[in-house]
Structure formats: C-alpha cells, structure tokens
C-alpha cells in the first residue's frame, strides 16, 4: 500500500499564505504524476494542481497566478505554495499520487484548509 504523508493546513486570514507538502514513497515517486485536488463541503473534489514527473504543471484556472506546485525529487515530496487566499479557496485539500505506466492512483488523508475573511 502507498501511503502519501500530508502536512501543512491550517487556519489563515484572506490574503495570507500556506504551503502543503506531501511526501510520498521514493521508488515511485520519480514515475509518477503528483497532484493537489480539493474538496469543499457538498462540492464534488477537484483539481486544484499538478505536476508530472517530468515539471510540467497545470492549474485549475481558479488558482493560476496564486498557487504554484512544485516537487523535489530527492525528497520525494510534492508542494502546493497558497498565496494570495480566499475564503473559496477553504477545502479539505489531497495529494494524489498517479502512476505514469499503470495508471494507479493513490491518495493521501487530506488535510483541512480554511481561510477566514
């Protein structure tokens, strides 16, 4: 079982920052596609970032020029840098970890992000 270790949510005020980091096992991490969905109360999850094994990055058009996503291969770990927040941004936000060659998915337990106005 692959497991994804989240941290970093938290409580801020709108306009502040917070980063996520997701660390996930090394011998898969360098094949595989790491994103940061979200989940608000009754909304269905989305996706908020991701980042393929190679850099590239896509955004959910509601976070382009305010979150930016980032992995450090070495580490084995996944960031979502928050800038700039809104209370809309207030999710329960998951890594998700998909393997480029089998297409397996793994998730992590989430981690709560509010932003206060």
């Known amino acids: 079982q692959v497991q994804l270790v989240e941290s970093g949510g938290g409580l801020v005020q709108a306009g502040g920052s917070l980063r996520l980091s997701c660390a996930a096992p090394?011998?898969?991490?360098?094949?595989?596609?790491m994103g940061w969905y979200r989940q608000a109360p009754g909304k269905q999850r989305e996706l908020a970032a991701a980042?393929?094994?190679?850099?590239?990055?896509n955004y959910a058009d509601s976070v382009k020029g305010r979150f930016t996503i980032s992995r450090d291969n070495a580490k084995h770990t996944v960031y979502l840098q928050m800038n700039s927040l809104k209370p809309e941004d207030s999710a329960v936000y998951y890594c998700?970890?998909?393997?480029?060659?089998?297409?397996?998915?793994?998730w992590g337990q989430g981690t709560q992000v509010t932003v206060s106005s």
């Open positions: 998700n970890l998909q393997v480029v060659i089998t297409a397996q998915n793994y």
């Open positions: 090394g011998i898969i991490f360098s094949f595989s596609t």
């Open positions: 980042i393929t094994s190679n850099g590239s990055t």
